[in-house]
């Protein structure tokens, strides 16, 4: 984590949890994952600071984007994960330790909707 700057410094800080949430958001893009959604944790959630929930159209391209967004966390920022199903493909879950990635087949995300049970109270997205 960066160290902070003094209030009205007009220095922007960034964790090193926005960090991560940035490179995933962008490999999730570069490998055309479907309905990304990013949620908040903190102050919430003691699990980590952010959820990603993404989509892939199949068994092979959700082992495919959870493979790739590995390699690129630990090549751009030296972050190892642990992921579990992988194969066959159906759900991956990534853990960063700060920033939790759920990659889903669309059936499987539908009957799981992790989203209703993260995402706040009124934000319009299901």
Do not use: N
Request: hydrophobic share 35%; net charge negative.
């Amino acid at each position: 984590m960066t160290a902070p700057h003094a209030p009205g410094s007009g220095v922007h800080t960034t964790s090193k949890s926005d960090d991560i949430l940035a490179r995933i958001m962008s490999s999730l893009s570069d490998d055309k994952a479907e309905d990304v959604v990013s949620i908040d944790l903190r102050g919430r959630s003691e699990i980590a600071d952010h959820m990603v929930i993404g989509t892939g159209r199949s068994s092979r391209q959700v082992a495919a984007m959870a493979e790739k967004l590995t390699e690129r966390l630990k090549q751009d920022l030296s972050v190892s994960c642990k992921v579990e199903g992988k194969f066959p493909g159906d759900w991956v879950l990534i853990d960063t330790g700060d920033v939790i990635v759920h990659l889903f087949r669309p059936e499987v995300r539908d009957f799981y909707q992790l989203e209703k049970m993260w995402m706040p109270t009124g934000s319009g997205q299901a």
